[in-house]
């Protein structure tokens, strides 16, 4: 794993070259080719080969950037983008055939006719990442696209330069250059790129700036995928599994050092639990960081100063009190693993979302406060853990939506590459993931054939109508 490896230094596209490129990407589409299957399953094929040759690249762009090890790097990136290719591989010619349509869906009258719905490629889409996870977050949505058959444009995160540079040398040199493109850069590169006119956008990243993509994309009626963050609440009630449920949301903390748009933000737990559950809390730390989170090789760092600000200030803004960890260095943008007992949803630790490792703990007399307190918070999150009995994990999911859920775990309904994954209302619009992936990048396009022979049987049609023969 410890190759050594050369990243060159970042470089942002000139903007003047960002239309040529986006020209370049639409021309491709007007070929054709890559509507191909044959096109689609070699890029995808291409791809699969390129993350393993770049593997050594990616761990170190990622070392690079968050500080992060090899063991994440590979689960969350590198061998992650490999199975969703394999996936895409193995499942993209059923999912590319024309799809007939019978009864019930056709009625009987009209069975003599032929329907059937063409899956057609939207056509040239801008793919905008996040720094989180900058290598995944960027490709899957590709990955999609070019199932698809779509041509594309990837404007990774400059806040992970290294990785930026590292997609982009792997895009440019393994995959068909013509469809896909890489352009670096920050907010005027993404702004010139807005003023293209694209087919679909995708769009990860921040609600605030997921606003601000959405409002220029109406000015085109250019449709936009969002997968944004959210405030993502865990329940965890009487008939949980202290041990179990605190150990695993700590693990939702420490992947990334908390940078996962699905990671827990408070725990509503209930009062008489809370003494028990820090304790757990506090075994589950020292078993994962026997020398303390600092001295772990495994802990990656908040990204850059800027954001280690951030979620410093919301343990200075806190009037709760840290029960677990706390510490922090500036030098290496460490933040300790942290929880916090709160007692307002007005606290800082409950109004933000702290994309970090650090979670609030919020005591709670009954499931009903738990979930009023959780719909008051934010709505319509991105994520839900539920940890309680099957029935008041049923009701979790019945009183409260989310874009998805998982229960007595961690993040689990969107780790996973085959199963769809989106937010809902503010935390997103729209999915991908397996065949949601393909979807997403797809036009169903219904078409009808009538037989020349079925003149007669249609032909109460024209005027002069017959209301005689008109049978309802
Ligand atoms: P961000 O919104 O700051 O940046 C995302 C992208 O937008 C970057 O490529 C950036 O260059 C660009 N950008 C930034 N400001 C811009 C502007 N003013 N105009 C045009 N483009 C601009 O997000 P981030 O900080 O990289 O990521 C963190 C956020 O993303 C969190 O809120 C997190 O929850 C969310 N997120 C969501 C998902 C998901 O799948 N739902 C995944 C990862 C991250």
Not at 162 to 190: H, Q, W, Y
Request: one cysteine or more; hydrophobic letters at 40%.
């Amino acid at each position: 794993m410890a190759t050594k490896v050369s990243i060159p230094e970042f470089e942002a596209t000139a903007i003047d070259a960002i239309p040529q490129i986006a020209n370049t990407a639409r021309g491709a589409f007007r070929t054709h080719k890559t509507k191909k299957l044959q096109w689609r399953q070699m890029q995808l094929r291409k791809l699969y080969w390129a993350l393993d040759d770049y593997q050594p690249q990616i761990l170190a762009a990622l070392k690079q950037d968050l500080h992060r090890s090899d063991f994440e790097s590979l689960l969350t990136e590198v061998e992650w983008l490999k199975k969703d290719c394999l996936f895409m591989l193995e499942h993209l010619e059923k999912y590319a055939k024309d799809e007939k349509l019978r009864s019930p869906d056709v009625p009987f009258t009209y069975s003599f006719m032929n329907f059937r719905i063409r899956k057609e490629p939207l056509g040239t889409v801008l793919i905008i990442g996040p720094y989180n996870f900058p290598v995944q977050l960027l490709l899957a949505p590709m990955i999609g696209a070019i199932a698809a058959g779509c041509t594309a444009v990837l404007k990774p995160s400059e806040l992970t330069p290294a990785c930026a540079m590292v997609v982009k040398d792997l895009v440019e040199k393994r995959l068909d250059n013509t469809a896909i493109s890489v352009v670096n850069g920050g907010i005027p590169e993404t702004n010139a790129l807005m003023n293209e006119k694209w087919d679909k956008i995708f769009f990860t990243g921040s609600a605030a700036v997921g606003t601000i993509i959405t409002k220029k994309a109406a000015e085109t009626l250019t449709p936009v995928v969002l997968e944004l963050g959210g405030k993502n609440p865990a329940f965890i009630t009487k008939n949980a599994n202290l041990p179990l449920a605190a150990k695993r949301l700590l693990w939702g903390k420490t992947l990334n050092s908390g940078q996962v748009c699905m990671s827990q933000n408070y725990v509503l737990i209930d009062k008489d639990l809370v003494p028990t559950f820090i304790e757990c809390l506090k075994q589950a730390y020292k078993d994962m960081f026997p020398n303390g989170a600092k001295a772990s090789p495994d802990l990656a760092r908040i990204v850059n100063q800027r954001h280690f600000q951030r979620v410093k200030k919301m343990l200075d803004d806190t009037k709760g009190k840290i029960v677990m960890g706390g510490a922090v260095d500036e030098s290496e943008n460490y933040i300790e693993p942290t929880a916090v007992l709160v007692d307002s949803v007005h606290d800082s630790m409950m109004e933000e979302e702290s994309f970090g490792p650090i979670f609030s703990i919020y005591p709670v007399n009954s499931l009903d406060e738990a979930l009023n307190v959780a719909n008051l918070v934010h709505r319509t999150p991105l994520s839900l853990f539920s940890f309680g009995s099957k029935a008041e994990n049923q009701r979790v999911l019945n009183e409260m939506t989310s874009g998805g859920a998982t229960l007595n775990d961690a993040y689990f309904h969107g780790s996973i590459n085959t199963v769809p994954f989106g937010g809902v209302g503010d935390s997103g619009w729209g999915a991908y993931h397996g065949k949601a992936s393909f979807d997403c990048f797809t036009h169903f396009r219904t078409i009808s054939e009538t037989p020349l022979w079925a003149e007669k049987l249609i032909a109460v049609r024209y005027i002069p109508y017959d209301l005689s023969k008109l049978k309802l």
